[in-house]
């Protein structure tokens, strides 16, 4: 009976570890020889960017309490492109683009700002956003919660207690969002889990007995502002 039950648990602890790994990632740069490109493969490079993606997913599932692949969205393969485009990076689905124009300009260290933005980009992978109700604020700011639970966030952020409305999106919302969960350790992953299905205001009012506005209140009063 023994040998049964340790036969039994290896085999769940082998499942559990392939699960982990079950998701492939692929990393292609559409940039070529520009100044972005260039940048891209000296400083940061595919193995590098392949393996933050891997970190990021495990941290993700993690932070949002994702233990099970029926907590999680069914996706078996992210693909990410560097390509010549404005902005940042976005993400669709399971691709994720990045920009090397951005890449080029960024003044920083740009290994650790494109770690960064990875995390951020695979949040919006894995997250739940209300089947489209949700604001696109809260949508932002949980991703950039991700980023700032993981160490990742850049000097050029608000510091806590900024910002004009809860759902004013990024970093503000991120360290909103960071101050509901120190009221309630696992609010963010559950308030995920929620959005599973949906999203409604009063959500905020099952977790931790206030209303988002009162929460803000609370939150902007905490540092003075």
């Known amino acids: ?10 085999l769940l602890l082998l499942t559990g570890l392939q699960s982990i790994h079950a998701v492939q990632y692929q990393v292609t740069s559409r940039a070529g020889n520009t100044a972005g490109g260039t940048r891209f493969t000296n400083e940061i490079g595919i ?27 069914n996706v078996v393969a992210v693909n990410v492109f560097i390509d010549n485009m404005n902005g940042v990076a976005y993400t669709s ?33 894995w997250q739940w956003n209300g089947n489209g109700q949700a604001p696109g604020g809260l949508i932002e700011g949980i991703a950039d919660f991700v980023r700032l639970k993981a160490g990742l966030a850049p000097s050029h952020w608000v510091g806590p207690g900024k910002g004009d409305r809860w759902d004013q999106g990024y970093d503000v919302t991120a360290r909103f969002l960071d101050y509901c969960n120190s009221l ?11 959005m599973r299905g949906g999203y409604c205001a009063d959500y905020y009012v ?20």
Do not use: C
Not at 1 to 10: D, Q
Not at 95 to 111: F, L, P, R, T
Not at 206 to 225: E, I
């Open 1 to 10: 009976m023994a040998h049964f039950m340790f036969f039994l648990s290896f």
């Open 47 to 73: 193995p590098y960017a392949t393996q933050t993606l891997d970190a990021a997913t495990t941290f993700i599932w993690q932070l949002f309490q994702q233990t099970t692949a029926t907590d999680r969205k």
């Open 93 to 125: 689905n399971n691709e994720i683009h990045v920009s090397a124009d951005y890449i080029a300009k960024y003044s920083g260290n740009i290994k650790m700002e494109i770690t960064g933005v990875l995390y951020h980009e695979m949040a919006h992978v």
């Open 184 to 194: 309630k350790n696992g609010f963010v992953a559950e308030l995920n889990k929620k």
């Open 206 to 225: 099952q977790l931790l007995g206030k209303s988002v506005d009162q929460l803000w209140s609370d939150y902007k009063a905490k540092y003075g502002n």
